[in-house]
């Protein structure tokens, strides 16, 4: 990676962003530093580095240049606590753009090619120097094949009475790169619980990664491409419902109507209304609780996509007094941004702070509504605890 960031002096000293007031908000919610308390990983600190050097009053070692690009998990938990409203994320998404590297590369490949990337990304880091060890892009593998069943919870919930005043309406399902690639079990089993309500479920029109991810990892033209190709193939599907089982996809999409990506003016509205959970279409349909039950389900909230909480609601709902939440414990897991492949340790370490927190016992299991999630917090649970998306609960 370039020492040379001299696109920092564009991103700041022209008022584009306030000024970091250096108040330290943004410490205790950053899953880096309450992991690791390392103040230097902070979004406090890259703000600070960032009009530094918009200043010309340092200079950044090749290292130091890594560590400001990469480690970063685009939560946006910073953004919330900042007085001013500064991202770190976004910040960060602007310089990986400007400077894009064979890491934003190996990133947006993964997202692009799901499994198929992961020998490619091995040959690439063969061939290229520095920033992915071949032992980060192998264990970011691992956690994707961490998906498979071996500590996947057992189906324990079945439907009973479908809720059916959505009957008669058609659907598309955004299923996401993880459901498409590694998991079509999650894809399945939302077809199935949509035809029980009586939704016709469509054929895919050629969907692909809503394009969250690559925004992060600093590819806005790549970004762009997918987001207008989704757009596209919902038009083609006549502007149906759009059900989503991913917080992350679910943000991710969202956030379109506030872009200029070609939406009509009469699109707007449609677009925001059909975009809906698979949570909020079950809407009052009830499950019989089997015999495979846990004891304790403890509900890890994603990070993106978490202010609606449909998710949430649903499965208090039907899991009962088994569903173990609380408010004021809500840890990131790791997995954003381009943490996983460029910093393993580090994001490794904020799970372990996730499960040190939610301490589960063997039986019990962890759920949660994100692919991304999933992937991490499977891929580091104890021996004896179930981790998965809610579909895997049911049955």
Same mark, same amino acid.
């Given at each position: 990676m370039s020492t040379e960031l001299s696109p920092v002096h564009c991103l700041h000293g022209q008022g584009r962003r306030p000024t970091c007031i250096l108040c330290g908000r943004c410490l205790p919610v950053c899953p880096l530093f309450t992991a690791t308390g390392r103040e230097e990983l902070s979004p406090r600190a890259k703000f600070f580095l960032a009009k530094a050097l918009g200043e010309g009053r340092a200079e950044l070692s090749a290292k130091a240049a890594e560590m400001l690009t990469t480690a970063c998990l685009s939560c946006g938990r910073c953004e919330d606590a900042c007085p001013l409203g500064l991202c770190g994320p976004d910040l960060v998404a602007e310089i990986r753009a400007a400077h894009p590297g064979f890491a934003g590369m190996l990133w947006k490949l993964w997202v692009e090619r799901a499994g198929l990337a992961w020998p490619l990304a091995m040959t690439l880091g063969k061939l290229l120097p520095g920033n992915i060890p071949i032992a980060a892009v192998s264990r970011a593998r691992d956690a994707l094949a961490a998906l498979g069943a071996g500590k996947a919870p057992a189906p324990w919930l079945f439907p009973k009475n479908f809720d059916t005043r959505q009957a008669g309406k058609k659907a598309v399902i955004f299923a996401g790169c993880v459901a498409e690639h590694a998991n079509p079990r999650w894809k399945a089993e939302a077809a199935r619980l949509l035809e029980g309500l009586g939704v016709?479920?469509?054929?895919?029109?050629?969907?692909?990664?809503?394009?969250?991810?690559?925004?992060?990892?600093?590819?806005?033209?790549?970004?762009? /491409? %997918?987001?207008?190709?989704?757009?596209? /193939?919902?038009?083609?599907?006549?502007?149906?419902? %759009? +059900?989503?089982?991913?917080?992350? *996809?679910? *943000?991710?999409?969202?956030?379109?109507?506030? =872009?200029? &990506?070609?939406?009509? %003016?009469?699109?707007?509205?449609?677009?925001?209304?059909?975009?809906?959970?698979?949570?909020? &279409?079950?809407?009052?349909?009830?499950?019989? #609780?089997?015999? /495979?039950?846990?004891?304790?389900?403890?509900?890890?909230?994603? *990070?993106?996509?978490?202010?609606?909480? !449909?998710?949430?609601? &649903?499965?208090?709902?039907?899991?009962?007094?088994?569903?173990?939440?609380?408010?004021?414990?809500?840890?990131?897991?790791?997995?954003?941004?381009?943490? =996983?492949?460029?910093?393993?340790?580090?994001?490794? /370490?904020?799970?372990?702070?996730? &499960?040190?927190?939610?301490?589960? =016992?063997?039986?019990? !299991?962890? $759920?949660?509504? *994100?692919?991304?999630?999933?992937?991490?917090?499977?891929?580091?649970?104890?021996?004896? +605890?179930? $981790?998965?998306?809610?579909?895997?609960? #049911?049955?």
């Open positions: 016709e479920v469509l054929p895919d029109p050629g969907f692909t990664c809503c394009g969250c991810t690559l925004g992060h990892a600093g590819a806005p033209q790549a970004q762009a /491409a %997918m987001q207008q190709q989704n757009i596209d /193939a919902w038009r083609r599907a006549g502007r149906p419902l %759009m +059900v989503v089982f991913c917080a992350t *996809c679910r *943000c991710g999409l969202r956030a379109y109507a506030r =872009k200029d &990506l070609g939406l009509a %003016m009469d699109e707007l509205t449609p677009w925001c209304e059909n975009l809906v959970s698979l949570a909020e &279409l079950l809407g009052d349909t009830t499950f019989e #609780i089997g015999q /495979a039950a846990p004891p304790a389900v403890r509900y890890h909230r994603p *990070c993106h996509g978490a202010g609606g909480n !449909q998710d949430l609601s &649903l499965l208090r709902r039907i899991m009962g007094e088994r569903l173990v939440f609380r408010e004021n414990e809500t840890p990131c897991c790791g997995f954003g941004g381009l943490t =996983k492949l460029t910093h393993p340790d580090l994001s490794e /370490a904020v799970a372990r702070d996730a &499960l040190a927190i939610y301490a589960p =016992k063997p039986g019990e !299991q962890i $759920v949660t509504g *994100c692919s991304g999630c999933v992937t991490q917090l499977r891929a580091a649970a104890p021996d004896g +605890v179930g $981790v998965g998306h809610w579909l895997e609960t #049911i049955g």
